[in-house]
């Protein structure tokens, strides 16, 4: 096995230990329950672990991550992870959570074909379409990244906030709260962008579902 997968599996037994030298009932008390209380939606970028960067355990959050952080309401995959999240976990809160120097932004923002992935990405072209005067006025090409980075996370808010899976929960009660934040890879520092939403009110009439 090469030396670089070995390891990994060597730190594995290391951290089992560590843990259990700590607390010897961490892994039965973590194998007794899955109560998360918050869906973390954040992208595969390596730089951005959603438990390091927000000081929780193994158990605390329950997580997807896709290239550039979307929510595309015809994927079975989020759908599904939002369902299970919403109905049966019952999560109080939903972060979306972007980051600065994303390679998904940046990609979608050149004309380069990069394959398959121009599809994906096509959904943060969309974006960029929907808030084209405000990018094009800004002439710094990375502030313009990092800034469609900001209208991307605020436009995926949106998107959960249309999925009638939210919508069915906010008729029943108060959760889930639906945040936007985006992380800054130079510093680490993730900022709230001030998008929380817990019901379906500041959508456009269109995508309110009655009575679900
Ligand atoms: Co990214």
């Not at 961490?26 to 939606?41: C, M, T």
């Not at 096509?122 to 900001?150: F, G, P, Q, T």
Request: with cysteine; aromatic share 10%.
């Amino acid at each position: 096995m090469p030396d670089f997968v070995s390891k990994l599996l060597e730190n594995n037994r290391n951290w089992v230990k560590n843990k259990l030298q700590t607390d010897p009932d961490f892994f039965n008390n973590l194998s007794s329950r899955h109560e998360p209380q918050l869906l973390w939606i954040g992208c595969s970028d390596a730089r951005v672990p959603a438990n390091q960067i927000t000081g929780t355990k193994p158990g605390d959050v329950f997580v997807h991550r896709n290239i550039s952080n979307m929510v595309v309401h015809t994927d079975m995959n989020l759908l599904s992870v939002l369902s299970y999240a919403v109905e049966v976990l019952q999560v109080k809160h939903i972060i979306v959570c972007g980051h600065y120097q994303c390679g998904g932004i940046r990609a979608a923002m050149s004309n380069t074909s990069f394959g398959l992935i121009d599809n994906w990405l096509r959904h943060v072209k969309d974006v960029y379409r929907l808030h084209l005067s405000e990018l094009e006025a800004i002439k710094d090409e990375n502030l313009r990244y990092n800034r469609l980075a900001e209208l991307n996370v605020m436009q995926q808010v949106y998107n959960l906030c249309k999925t009638s899976i939210v919508q069915s929960a906010w008729q029943k009660g108060e959760f889930p709260y639906i945040h936007g934040w985006v992380y800054d890879v130079h510093d680490g520092i993730l900022k709230d962008l001030d998008v929380t939403f817990n019901s379906h009110h500041p959508l456009p009439d269109l995508y309110k579902f009655d009575g679900i």
